[in-house]
């Protein structure tokens, strides 16, 4: 039996996190639950859809009253609070799979420059980042999991085969990205209040937005190119799901089917990425509560334009579905198991 712990379970990605791995189909049990808020609590009185599905109370994050009782970790902390876990629990000879960004990027001092002082650089490298699409072989041998950003994982899934095969420049790529609120995490602000986002749409952080050299590292890696992107995040008035539209600048000619082939052929085994027919654009709704990403594209020739569209639940493929999908794959369970269900409707 795999026994698993979930540092901060009581916020969106964590409460995912518990419904997602109570229908799983592996030998595995949720031994641990921590939030610091709920301690003492039933989960399912915090989480009441979770009611009869995960009999546990919460508790408080104690490193060494936790990892007797568990085989690997997910952490749900935010920056800088996990990277004081994650070298403890790795003490422990325990596998960590971290929602943060704090072993995402390889280096530290680009770290730095856009989040704060790393206590930890020594294991930047040893940390796998969480992508399965491009790192499936090493996710299998890794003690440290990098869960992607939730706009990283469209965006990269997006551009990488025109990337890959030569299709369009790496230099100047565009990606507007929308997301729902809960993207914003679970604890209130002036920007995610209610009559602050009802009936509103905004861009945020633009050209600054923590994600863009997460972006630029892993399409720089997987396609041994130079790649440069201008990013662009969006608030709309929805709870959870991300569309990304990416602009790529077309370096040899190719027609929308072409271009379709080439991305169908590159995700052709990939069971989590549907690439769509001629015509059919992707939207939230059919993503929704799934670890699903959905692309579609159209090429533009007129001006030498791709325009590569994706959408993906920003709760699940951008955060616990495919942490779990990393949990299959690093414990040897089928990389679908308990993954393989249609997305929620509204």
Same mark, same amino acid.
């Given at each position: 039996?795999?026994?698993?712990?979930?540092?901060?379970?009581?916020?969106?990605?964590?409460?995912?996190?518990?419904?997602?791995?109570?229908?799983?189909?592996?030998?595995?049990?949720?031994?641990?639950?921590?939030?610091?808020?709920?301690?003492?609590?039933?989960?399912?009185?915090?989480?009441? @859809?979770?009611?009869?599905?995960?009999?546990?109370?919460?508790?408080?994050?104690?490193?060494?009253?936790?990892?007797?009782?568990?085989?690997?970790?997910?952490?749900?902390?935010?920056?800088?609070?996990?990277?004081?876990?994650?070298?403890?629990?790795?003490?422990?000879?325990?596998?960590?799979?971290?929602?943060?960004?704090?072993?995402?990027?390889?280096?530290?001092?680009?770290?730095?420059?856009?989040?704060?002082?790393?206590? %930890?650089?020594?294991?930047?490298?040893?940390?796998?980042?969480?992508?399965?699409?491009?790192?499936?072989?090493?996710?299998?041998?890794?003690?440290? *999991?990098? @869960?992607?950003?939730?706009?990283?994982?469209?965006? *990269?899934?997006?551009?990488?085969?025109?990337?890959?095969?030569?299709?369009?420049?790496?230099?100047?790529?565009?990606?507007?990205?929308?997301?729902?609120?809960?993207?914003?995490?679970?604890?209130?602000?002036?920007?995610?209040?209610?009559? %602050?986002?009802?009936?509103?749409?905004?861009?945020?952080?633009?050209?600054?937005? /923590?994600?863009?050299?997460?972006?630029?590292?892993?399409?720089?890696?997987? %396609?041994?190119?130079?790649?440069?992107?201008?990013?662009?995040?969006?608030?709309?008035?929805?709870?959870?799901?991300?569309?990304?539209?990416?602009?790529?600048?077309?370096?040899?000619?190719?027609?929308?089917?072409?271009?379709?082939?080439?991305?169908?052929?590159?995700?052709?085994?990939?069971?989590?990425?549907?690439?769509?027919?001629?015509?059919?654009?992707?939207?939230?709704?059919?993503? /929704? +509560?799934?670890?699903?990403?959905?692309?579609?594209?159209?090429?533009?020739?007129?001006?030498?334009?791709?325009?590569?569209? %994706?959408?993906?639940?920003?709760?699940?493929?951008?955060?616990?579905?495919?942490?779990?999908?990393?949990?299959?794959?690093?414990?040897?369970?089928?990389?679908?198991? +308990?993954?393989?269900?249609?997305?929620?409707?509204?």
């Amino acid at each position: 039996m795999l026994r698993i712990g979930i540092i901060g379970a009581s916020g969106y990605s964590g409460s995912e996190l518990m419904r997602i791995l109570s229908n799983h189909t592996g030998d595995i049990k949720i031994t641990c639950a921590t939030s610091r808020t709920y301690a003492g609590q039933p989960v399912g009185r915090v989480l009441p @859809n979770l009611r009869g599905l995960v009999d546990i109370k919460f508790e408080d994050p104690e490193v060494d009253q936790i990892a007797p009782r568990v085989d690997l970790v997910f952490l749900g902390l935010p920056h800088k609070t996990a990277m004081t876990f994650v070298p403890k629990f790795l003490d422990h000879n325990k596998k960590v799979i971290d929602f943060s960004a704090d072993y995402r990027l390889k280096k530290a001092d680009v770290y730095e420059k856009w989040y704060q002082e790393h206590t %930890s650089p020594h294991l930047l490298e040893k940390a796998v980042y969480g992508l399965p699409e491009i790192h499936r072989d090493e996710i299998r041998n890794a003690d440290l *999991i990098a @869960n992607p950003g939730c706009f990283p994982t469209g965006a *990269i899934l997006a551009i990488l085969p025109a990337l890959k095969y030569d299709i369009a420049d790496a230099q100047g790529i565009v990606i507007d990205s929308k997301t729902g609120m809960s993207g914003a995490g679970i604890a209130p602000s002036e920007a995610t209040h209610l009559p %602050s986002r009802y009936d509103n749409f905004t861009a945020y952080k633009v050209g600054s937005h /923590r994600h863009t050299p997460e972006i630029e590292q892993e399409l720089s890696l997987a %396609s041994c190119k130079d790649v440069s992107v201008a990013f662009v995040p969006h608030y709309v008035p929805m709870s959870r799901g991300i569309l990304t539209t990416v602009y790529l600048r077309l370096s040899k000619a190719v027609s929308t089917i072409e271009l379709l082939g080439i991305y169908t052929q590159h995700y052709k085994d990939e069971p989590f990425v549907r690439v769509l027919d001629e015509g059919e654009i992707p939207q939230t709704q059919a993503v /929704r +509560g799934s670890n699903f990403c959905d692309i579609g594209l159209k090429v533009l020739e007129k001006t030498k334009t791709a325009i590569v569209i %994706s959408a993906i639940d920003n709760l699940t493929k951008g955060a616990s579905s495919q942490a779990i999908q990393n949990m299959n794959i690093v414990s040897g369970f089928p990389e679908t198991a +308990g993954l393989m269900y249609a997305g929620l409707m509204p």
